[in-house]
T-cell receptor
Framework: NAGVTQTPKFQVLKTGQSMTLQCAQDMNHEYMSWYRQDPGMGLRLIHYSVGAGITDQGEVPNGYNVSRSTTEDFPLRLLSAAPSQTSVYFC?????????????FGEGSRLTVL | KQEVTQIPAALSVPEGENLVLNCSFTDSAIYNLQWFRQDPGKGLTSLLLIQSSQREQTSGRLNASLDKSSGRSTLYIAASQPGDSATYLC??????????FGPGTRLSVLP
């Protein structure tokens, strides 16, 4: 099992550009989520999904879109990148359907917006 | 709104010491509490998950305890080693809610 796989690991964007961070898991987890980690702010939830076709907003959803067309994949889209979106992004998944259980994280994607 | 704090923010100990990391949360009606380890530039690795009905969990040299009534969890690391140097985070979720993370404790174990 590869677990939770994120791509790319590093990305540099210019303000206004768009991009998609990819997240895939091979553990048949129903719950998937995206966090951003910033110094002094800790980990904050952006969006999450409790199954294919179902997504919801977390604490800091503005500027980001998600979709969940399959159980395995949960991409995060930045529509028009801003310097405030410079961060490290983590995807996490869990087996539970009704309530997040043990979370498993990817290695992270480090994004710099100039 | 659930808030999670961790004390101390940083800790430096000599190799071989037993140590305790603390996690406090404001809403005691939790469902799960999870301890993670994060190495620099890496993702989070799950160490221990304690469900609300449990008082403690053990894995090797690690022992995590949970006291819901006081809103506290402790992570006990026995016989610390330089390889234990990392940031340790706790996360809590309440019923029907997502996990809320603490800011972490940065641990350095000196040879």
């Amino acid at each position: 099992n590869a677990g939770v796989t994120q791509t790319p690991k590093f990305q540099v964007l210019k303000t206004g550009q768009s991009m998609t961070l990819q997240c895939a898991q091979d553990m048949n987890h129903e719950y998937m989520s995206w966090y951003r980690q910033d110094p002094g702010m800790g980990l904050r939830l952006i969006h999450y999904s409790v199954g294919a076709g179902i997504t919801d907003q977390g604490e800091v959803p503005n500027g980001y879109n998600v979709s969940r067309s399959t159980t395995e994949d949960f991409p995060l889209r930045l529509l028009s990148a801003a310097p405030s979106q410079t961060s490290v992004y983590f995807c996490a998944s869990s087996y539970s359907t009704s309530q997040p259980g043990e979370l498993f994280f990817g290695e992270g994607s480090r994004l710099t917006v100039l | 709104k659930q808030e999670v704090t961790q004390i101390p923010a940083a800790l430096s100990v000599p190799e071989g010491e037993n140590l305790v990391l603390n996690c406090s949360f404001t809403d005691s009606a939790i469902y799960n509490l999870q301890w993670f380890r994060q190495d620099p530039g890496k993702g989070l690795t799950s160490l221990l998950l304690i469900q609300s009905s449990q008082r403690e969990q053990t894995s090797g040299r690690l022992n995590a305890s949970l006291d819901k009534s006081s809103g506290r969890s402790t992570l006990y690391i026995a016989a610390s080693q330089p390889g234990d140097s990392a940031t340790y985070l706790c996360a809590v979720n309440n019923y029907g809610q997502n996990f809320v993370f603490g800011p972490g404790t940065r641990l350095s174990v000196l040879p």
